[in-house]
């Protein structure tokens, strides 16, 4: 088996490392003998949608986020396309942001690519913790950090988890992230994989099965990733 990961523009789309979620991603599967292909995009590259399997857009700054929003702004259609079709999409804070409808710099309203139902006011309150949410789809919370100005509003979309510890979307609904389809959008850093290896399994299987048939993923020793994961949760639960 062989998955193609597509991380975009990681040259300006890194802001809280998370490149980490690629590399988690690809030893994550390469452990199970199953191939990885990074292909690693800049701006002016063409993206090939077509072999993509999984797809990530991290967090960047206010300047590089309206860059990438631009450039995005071509592949709509594309894009809008390949998430139809059940493709695996990690959007990260500002990768998160631009999908929607639009989104707010200080004063300045952007409009966003539109792919998403959703739209992002702005705070000069930074809405800054650790944080602990729970999907519905795991038996296990996700943990992580989230540092953001937005304030992320999804309609009738699913949200990606309830809140247990930390702000969320907005800091008021007791949401965090959004989940279409394959798509997961998160203010969630960290990076957010490497802290929770049943979220990065679920990825990977669902962008197997999208290629495959009958995918079973083998089991890892994740005992110590579940250490860490579980001394957070207690640390902020108590």
Sequence with gaps: MELNIAHLYPEILNLYSDSGNIASLKKRAEWRNIDVNINEYKLDDIIDFKNTDILLIGGGSDKEQFKVCKKLTEYRDELEKYIENNGVVIAICGGFEILGKNYKINNETIRGIGILDIYTEYSNQR??????????????????????????????????GKVIHGNGNNGTDGFEGIMYKNLIGTYIHGPLLPKNPHLCDYIIKKALQNKYENVVLQDLDDSVEYAANEFIQNRFRS
């Design 127 to 160: 809405l800054i913790d650790d944080i602990i949410i729970q999907p519905e789809f795991l038996k296990k919370p996700i943990v992580g950090f989230e540092n953001h100005g937005g304030r992320t509003y999804i309609n009738n979309h699913k949200p990606f």
